[in-house]
């Protein structure tokens, strides 16, 4: 069964400073990969995904997320923070013989100082 | 941009009572979802719908749950006779496919269960 690992409960970091988010990943072949946040109060919002090709991929708010497969790694950074990233994010690995069926990690706190 | 829109945000309920949550899926997606969270635990599975059934369920998703598409712009998660255990923050999502479709979250509903 997949799974997903996300070390760091919470992680504290300056504004201005960058940011990783780790996730590891247990999966059987090569997976759908996705970053989620949420804001207090709110949704899901998906920041990034990778599903083929480059293991380097874009997403929104200036994240960026590498895929290492022989580390099974899908980890997430932002160069420089704004107060505005202060949420909890989330991996997910998909299931490809199960459509859109997403396995979770723990997700990982990100509190932003001044 | 498109939303996925759930209420009611908050819902509270007596145990063994029915409680329906609503979700309205973004228009031109296909395949439908309830994920929840329990208060400090991960985001999990419950069940994919597509083309009107169920497309696959998690062994959460017991025969205490239904879901239903009773027209053509719902998607409710009904529980029938709710426990303590049920409480917990459920998120509706749509994807306009299957595979290679990124999930998109409404806010959740927070069901707490008396």
């Known amino acids: 069964a997949q799974s997903v690992t996300q070390p760091d409960i919470h992680i504290t970091v300056s504004e201005g400073a960058s940011l990783e988010l780790r996730c590891n990943y247990s999966y059987g072949a090569t997976p759908y990969l996705f970053w989620y946040v949420q804001s207090p109060g709110q949704g899901l919002q998906l920041l990034l995904k990778y599903f083929s090709g480059d293991t380097l991929v874009q997403g929104i708010k200036g994240f960026e997320a590498e895929f290492k497969r022989s580390q099974s790694s899908f980890n997430l950074r932002k160069p420089s923070v704004h107060w505005s990233d202060a949420a909890e994010y989330f991996c997910?690995?998909?299931?490809?013989?199960?459509?859109?069926?997403?396995?979770f990690g723990g997700g990982t706190r990100v509190l932003v100082k001044p | 941009e498109p939303e996925v829109t759930q209420t009611p945000s908050h819902q509270v309920t007596q145990m063994g009572q029915e409680v329906i949550l609503r979700c309205v899926p973004i228009s031109n997606h296909l395949y439908f979802y309830w994920y929840r969270q329990i208060l400090g635990q991960k985001v999990e599975f419950l069940v994919s719908f597509y083309n009107n059934e169920i497309s696959e369920k998690s062994e959460i998703f017991d025969d205490q749950f239904s879901v239903e598409r009773p027209d053509g712009s719902n998607f409710t998660l009904k529980i029938r006779s709710t426990k303590l255990e049920d409480s917990a923050m459920y998120f509706c999502a749509s994807s306009k496919q299957g595979k290679n479709s990124p999930l998109h979250f409404g806010n959740g509903t927070r069901l707490t269960v008396t």
């Open positions: 997910a690995v998909g299931d490809k013989a199960a459509g859109n069926k997403l396995t």
